[in-house]
């Protein structure tokens, strides 16, 4: 995972509510078995309305979304992610997400920043005209009209986006701790080794 | 005495295999199902990082979202191949992947394959207070036997891989209670479906459910697996029901389940694994079975739940703005008006299966209400598709199969088939389906589809009359 501590630049003021993992890649992208080449198809029924925000010059190449509430919601496809990382996305702003969308982002250093809806009206007005300025080591979402909105996010998934963290390798470092569980379990729960029923 | 705890509590707690100091934990991960999409970049991934499977005796491979549901042997027994070159491109990277890697693979014309949700379970390979991932949101599904089982992403498939573990931090617990007694024609699609409508589609998000109440407790195990399959239709990263007599009754004689001592020592600690008294949720919904009739969808989320008596409703009438917008795409999306009895809307298809509904308990309910009649006029496709190959014997052994064949239905090979897009199972642009599937989303049956979901005796009740109909007036 590249590192990643800001992101600065136009918005796509999308707003949709309950935007779907069908909405943001459909399934017949999904017959891939690579991870790039995704933006293609990204948001593919949303774009074949004249006037969407994606085919808009005036947000030509934004590196961030802003939409509605229960963004990703549905499909545990990470393609999604791919998609929009594809399509040059490094961020999308909502007031929430689902669980697995926004652990998907996370792996894939697509910043999914949770804001309250007050805000997200906020920004997708200032969207229409100027940047907006995302800064992962303070936690604020900032315009150039002195907008400065605070976000939460997990510590750990700032410390492996700021420092671009191989999580696999991290955790090959307890390797001994699963070993130990290991050992445990095949002791007080045998069963759960099928080799062993 | 430690305090009291939850379902969900117990089975986290006994997973930690490290807590950092920021509440994260390292969870260990019992059980991996792994297919053929959202599999190949994982493995990928360990071949260019040169890692292994570290647990490959706990992960099971099996093909299921892009297999064709016609048949898969020619008169000759031989394969027949896939047609469309991107589906059999990505068969063939899990059928060399999974030996590659030492996994145990079950091959489409195996008769225990079938969709991952529906194998696992009967496999006995899902077992209560394990927990199990996939690489599909519809994991939550095994959580019908009290399982902590959920939807991950490809990244998260690589990481089980090749660790075992997820890096997670522990989610917030939610109790759904549904209290009563369910009416004719109620099945667990019914129930869910209700479930979805009170909570909205995000309105579990953040949190684990455990669904519990009278009704919960009357379920089979089928019911249980359906109700936990949609927990992510409201959001919930997982769905939980505690095991009991009816859990511990369908895993017994299960090829993978425990045998011997072993079994009675296994049943002995899942029963520990109930909810203590006085343990406390972080939210309760407590939901009155009476309140809930066979239900359908009206639009294009999940939360779009109506009782088959109700109209079609006019966007003006939600309180949220946001939502006022929505229901109007909607409804222009499905081609319905405000105020329209549900009963009056026809349907050109019918599919019934997935792996919310197409166990063999799905498909007595279905058979029930097609015997002995004949599907409408207007029915141009109607699909039946069991949930793996021993759900299909199971049915053709019970005369399933012919009930369905006399009635005008086809009946198919075991997959995912029709509730997704991704196999040449498609509903047309512009056409309805009656669809037991779990999702309404645009498209999500197929570009333009038209999807209203619902239990199987619905979709079987709108076979019979082609519209949308309250199966209580064909069983009473």
Redesign the interface.
């Known amino acids: 995972m590249q590192p990643i501590s800001s992101v600065k630049g136009k918005a796509y003021p999308l707003?949709?509510?309950?935007v779907?993992t069908?909405?943001i890649i459909?399934?017949?992208w999904?017959?891939?078995?690579?991870?790039s080449g995704l933006g293609k198809g990204a948001f593919q029924?949303l774009r074949t309305v004249t006037g969407n925000v994606f085919d808009d010059p005036a947000y030509a190449g934004a590196p961030i979304l802003i939409a509605?509430?229960?963004f990703g919601?549905?499909?545990?496809?990470?393609h999604a992610?791919w998609a929009m990382a594809d399509l040059g996305i490094s961020a999308v702003i909502a007031p929430?997400?689902?669980?697995?969308f926004s652990?998907?982002a996370f792996?894939?250093g697509l910043l999914a920043i949770v804001l309250p809806q007050e805000a997200i009206d906020r920004l997708m007005e200032v969207a229409k005209t100027d940047d907006i300025h995302i800064d992962l080591e303070t936690q604020t979402v900032t315009t150039p009209f002195q907008d400065r909105f605070a976000f939460e996010i997990?510590?750990?998934r700032k410390?492996c986006l700021i420092n671009g963290v191989d999580?696999?390798g991290?955790?090959?470092k307890?390797?001994d701790?699963?070993s130990a569980?290991?050992n445990k379990?095949s002791a007080s729960?045998?069963?759960?080794?099928?080799?062993q029923? | 005495m430690s305090a009291p705890q939850t379902l969900y509590e117990k089975i986290w707690n006994a997973h930690v295999v490290e807590q950092r100091d920021d509440g994260t934990c390292l969870i260990f991960i019992d059980r991996h199902l792994v297919h053929e999409v959202t599999s190949p970049q994982a493995f990928e991934g360990l071949r260019v990082a040169g890692r292994r499977v570290r647990r490959p005796d706990l992960t099971l491979a099996v093909p299921d979202h892009n297999l064709p549901t016609t048949a898969r042997l020619d008169a000759n027994g031989n394969n027949i191949p896939i047609a469309d070159p991107e589906s059999a491109q990505q068969l063939e990277a899990l059928e060399r992947n999974a030996p590659e890697f030492g996994i145990d693979y079950i091959d489409a014309t195996d008769v225990k394959q079938g969709i991952v949700h529906v194998v696992g379970p009967e496999q006995g390979f899902s077992l209560p207070g394990t927990t199990i991932v996939c690489g599909d949101s519809h994991t939550a599904c095994h959580g019908g036997l009290g399982a902590l089982a959920f939807g991950i992403g490809t990244s998260e498939v690589e990481h089980v891989l090749a660790t075992q573990t997820l890096q997670l931090s522990q989610s917030k617990s939610m109790e759904v209670r549904v209290e009563g007694e369910l009416g004719p024609g109620v099945s667990a699609k019914d129930v869910v479906l209700h479930i979805t409508g009170v909570l909205g589609a995000s309105g579990g998000t953040g949190h684990v459910i455990e669904y519990t109440g009278s009704v919960i407790r009357a379920l089979s195990i089928e019911g249980r697996l359906t109700i936990s399959n949609m927990a992510i239709e409201h959001g919930a990263r997982a769905g939980l029901v505690a095991p009991d007599d009816v859990t511990f009754a369908y895993l017994k004689g299960r090829p993978m389940a425990p045998k011997g001592a072993q079994w009675d020592t296994a049943v002995a600690y899942w029963r520990s694994l109930a909810t203590d008294a006085g343990a406390v949720y972080d939210k309760v919904v407590t939901i009155n079975a009476a309140d809930i009739a066979p239900s359908v969808t009206w639009g294009t989320s999940p939360e779009d739940v109506l009782p088959i008596t109700g109209v079609v409703p006019d966007p003006s009438s939600f309180a949220d703005p946001s939502k006022q917008a929505a229901a109007q795409k909607s409804l222009d999306y499905m081609g319905l008006t405000p105020g329209m009895p549900m009963t009056d809307i026809s349907v050109e298809n019918i599919f019934i299966g997935s792996c919310t509904n197409s166990r063999i308990e799905d498909l007595r309910a279905a058979a029930a209400v097609l015997k002995g009649r004949k599907k409408a006029d207007n029915i141009k496709w109607a699909i039946v598709v069991p949930g793996s190959g021993l759900v299909k014997q199971m049915a053709e052994a019970e005369g399933l199969d012919r009930i369905f064949i006399n009635a005008g239905l086809e009946w198919r090979e075991p997959g995912c088939s029709a509730c997704l897009g991704m196999n040449p199972d498609k509903v047309p642009a512009g056409e309805r389906c009656a669809s037991t599937s779990n999702r309404n989303f645009v498209g999500r049956q197929g570009p333009g589809a038209r999807t209203h979901l619902v239990s199987p005796a619905m979709a079987a009740a709108a076979a019979v009359t082609g519209k949308l109909t309250d199966v209580r007036a064909l069983i009473n």
């Open positions: 707003g949709l509510k309950n779907d069908d909405i459909p399934a017949v999904l017959k891939t078995i690579s991870r029924t509605g509430d229960n919601c549905g499909s545990s496809r990470e992610a929430s997400f689902s669980d697995i652990g998907n792996k894939n997990d510590p750990f410390h999580e696999i991290l955790t090959l307890s390797s701790a699963i569980y290991e379990i729960q045998p069963w759960l080794s099928p080799n029923v």
